[in-house]
């Protein structure tokens, strides 16, 4: 078993044969190709061994650098890969995130997170995104690669600048039944699961009370009436939630003996940072509106998709008369082909196909054989027909679209020049006229940024240090800041008591002793 590895440098000939970068927006009709056409011209055989280079996208790499820092244009959508990877995830690519900022010309600015997979908060960081920025997040599905990021910008948000709620956009109970194994003869007894977003919530707070309440020492919200203070009917209507924004309570409130879990302080006021409001959608609705901002004129809503089982959901943003949908992981289905037909910018997950995933997740150049290649192969196609769209797949849906989106980006995928290269071909197949790469069609990747105006999109590579820490501390005035959930009593005034939570039999080791002498300096030379 295995194969051997193959791999060269990117040439310019290569270049010109897979890119072609186009900053503008061009006309593209919705031609469609015979039926079939596609079939048969991207199998792995005619894609491996490849003359691409494995684990580098060039086409990337040959953007220009943006400044991420740079502020938005009135007239301008930004739309960041924060992260753009199916799992397992990798150095270079994070799992699923992508941060859309719109500028002030129709009332903004305003920003929105879409999912926010494991790793993706590093990038965050890198791009200078402050944490009250992250105050929105909307999650497609409560998958760990799309969500476990949730609980780091939970627990830091209230320390830097976010010191009111975390609001949670996502869809509610999927209130499906497997009926078992033949669903002629319903077997399956156990009910309903519950399994929505303010399921997850509530247990999401439960589960992070002891870091809320090892840092609740300082000041994580503010005074009712300050000027970063929220009113929640007011905030309703403003952002035309289709739910009251109630934070949650502890779930075992609701128990025999939990009115320990009612009491004031295991509640979170509504302007405090480690508050968590879930908005909850429900998820078979298309077109539903999950936020509408009357002040900044953002709007979001959201659609179903098909991944796994019942109850993931995509997501279409408009403002200022551009648009964007974002599928999240889904099988080839219709509402997206519908409702992405002619937006501006098409984010729709793609996965490579099962044997190009097979020889990935097994390190091989070509295609294996043996017991445990046929695992891994039966492995990955399991997956693909529970959950996601193929080249060929993603192809057939652009055929399929009344009128071409202005740009079209796969995402949620393994990106290389062998994998896009592959991928390429495949939607070609179905829409001939697609061009090249870049010019209508391009493969998402971390860092990658697209300035969205009416008369053109501008590809970007975000120009980044690695090794950069941004402040993301902003202190409010001390007469707006809530006073610490822990304090002391100094003239009548609640202080910060960072040390009121310690076990008072710890044995821990003074600066200064009894006698005046000094173990070590309390400004930490």
């Given at each position: 078993?295995?194969?051997?590895?193959?791999?060269?440098?990117?040439?310019?000939?290569?270049?010109?044969?897979?890119?072609?970068?186009?900053?503008?927006?061009?006309?593209?009709?919705?031609?469609?190709?015979?039926?079939?056409?596609?079939?048969?011209?991207?199998?792995?055989?005619?894609?491996?061994?490849?003359?691409?280079?494995?684990?580098?996208?060039?086409?990337?790499?040959?953007?220009?650098?943006?400044d991420p820092g740079t502020p938005l244009d009135a007239d301008e959508m930004r739309i960041s890969f924060m992260g753009s990877e199916v799992p397992p995830t990798t150095r270079s690519q994070k799992l699923m995130s992508i941060f859309v900022q719109v500028g002030a010309g129709a009332g903004g600015p305003d920003q929105a997170v879409f999912d926010c997979g494991s790793g993706v908060c590093a990038n965050y960081n890198a791009m200078g995104v402050k944490w009250s920025e992250m105050n929105k997040i909307f999650i497609s599905h409560l998958h760990g690669d799309h969500m476990s990021d949730l609980s780091y910008i939970y627990q830091s948000g209230p320390q830097g600048d976010r010191k009111t709620p975390l609001f949670v956009f996502g869809p509610g109970p999927s209130e499906f039944l497997?009926?078992?194994?033949?669903?002629?003869?319903?077997?399956?007894?156990?009910?309903?699961?519950?399994?929505?977003?303010?399921?997850?919530?509530?247990?999401?707070?439960?589960?992070?009370?002891?870091?809320?309440?090892?840092?609740?020492?300082?000041?994580?919200?503010?005074?009712?009436?300050?000027?970063?203070?929220?009113?929640?009917?007011?905030l309703q209507s403003q952002w035309g939630l289709p739910v009251y924004p109630e934070p949650v309570r502890d779930p075992r409130a609701g128990y025999p003996g939990g009115e320990r879990y009612n009491q004031p302080d295991y509640l979170d006021d509504f302007n405090d940072g480690y508050a968590v409001v879930p908005i909850e959608l429900p998820y078979k609705t298309i077109g539903g509106q999950a936020y509408c901002n009357t002040s900044t004129g953002l709007k979001i809503t959201h659609y179903p998709v098909v991944h796994t089982r019942a109850g993931s959901i995509g997501f279409k943003v408009e403002w200022n008369g551009l648009s964007m949908l974002y599928s999240s992981d889904t099988k080839p289905e219709w509402n997206s082909v519908r409702l992405g037909s002619g937006v501006d910018v098409y984010i729709h997950e793609m996965a490579v196909p099962p044997d190009v995933w097979a020889m990935k997740i097994q390190g091989l150049s070509e295609p294996g054989e043996g017991p445990e290649w046929e695992a891994a192969l039966a492995w990955t196609k399991r997956v693909q027909d529970s959950s996601h769209t193929t080249p060929g797949a993603f192809g057939y849906m652009l055929s399929q679209m009344k009128q071409l989106p202005r740009l079209i980006v796969p995402t949620h995928f393994i990106t290389s020049d062998d994998t896009v290269n592959c991928a390429l071909t495949s939607v070609q197949a179905h829409v001939p006229t697609i061009g090249r790469l870049g010019a209508r069609l391009v493969w998402s990747y971390d860092l990658m940024v697209l300035r969205v105006y009416k008369d053109r999109i501008v590809q970007c590579r975000a120009k980044v240090d690695d090794g950069s820490i941004v402040s993301h501390t902003a202190p409010i005035p001390p007469e707006e800041a809530a006073a610490p959930k822990y304090y002391l009593l100094q003239d009548g005034e609640k202080v910060a008591n960072p040390m009121g939570q310690l076990d008072p039999d710890a044995e821990v080791i003074p600066a200064t002793n009894p006698d005046g002498s000094i173990n070590y300096r309390e400004d930490g030379y």
């Open positions: 078993m295995g194969g051997r590895t193959v791999s060269r440098r990117f040439t310019r000939r290569d270049t010109l044969k897979l890119s072609g970068l186009a900053l503008g927006g061009m006309a593209l009709g919705g031609q469609k190709p015979p039926q079939g056409l596609g079939k048969g011209l991207c199998e792995v055989g005619r894609c491996y061994p490849t003359s691409y280079k494995t684990g580098v996208y060039s086409y990337f790499e040959q953007l220009p650098l943006f497997w009926p078992g194994p033949d669903p002629e003869s319903p077997t399956y007894p156990y009910g309903k699961f519950d399994d929505g977003t303010r399921t997850f919530c509530e247990m999401f707070r439960a589960m992070l009370r002891w870091q809320s309440e090892g840092f609740c020492f300082q000041s994580t919200g503010v005074k009712p009436g300050a000027p970063q203070s929220l009113d929640q009917a007011a």
